[in-house]
């Protein structure tokens, strides 16, 4: 499972990357290029701050919890995987919060002071990047495994309470042999002690 982390990891970064370098060689942020009849723009920015350009006086503190985000799932949570799809949720998730934070640190106007890439506009949409889908598809995948299947980066299902696993545990048991288990009163009384 690690090697499909690192796959999708690696994969969206470089896509992440790839994209932003093209948009700002390419696209003029006076002359945006309108798509798919009106439902995509290809609109440049330059993003101080996060999702809706809020925060846009905290750029260090972002890139410093995109650093604390991209090492706590290194050193944590990776080494635990053994479901594909938390090694592809994770992998998204490290590849998104590290292509943003990579243009804090190296874009203008300075170390963790970086402006994001910005350059995907939907109608009545804030502008994002591919980074930004890579985190949004993460965090979408992660609440489906966690909240809709129940399941652990481990692989483990969870979801079960005590009670719910008692009450099914008797259920698979068959009908002669939990009856066989049940002492009958009328039984009890004919026994020698």
Known sequence: MRVVFAGVAAGG????????????????????PVLLGGLLTLRLIRNPGAAFSLGEN??????????????YVLIKL???IDHPGWAVALGL???????????????????LHGHVVDFFQLPHFAIFNVADIC???????????AVVKNVGIDGEHYGRTSAQTGDAAASD?????????IDDPVERTDREP
């Open 58 to 71: 905290f750029t260090i503190v972002f890139a410093l919890l995109a650093v604390s985000v991209v090492s």
């Open 173 to 181: 048991v068959p009908a002669a042999d939990a009856a066989s288990d």
């Open 78 to 80: 990776a080494p635990k």
């Open 93 to 111: 998730l490290v590849a998104g919060v590290s292509g943003n934070l990579m243009d804090r640190i190296f874009r203008e106007p300075g170390f």
């Open 135 to 145: 985190i949004t598809s993460a965090a979408v995948l992660i609440m489906i495994l």
């Open 13 to 32: 970064l470089l896509l992440d990357q790839l994209t932003k370098i093209v948009a700002v060689r390419l696209l003029d942020p006076t002359d945006p």
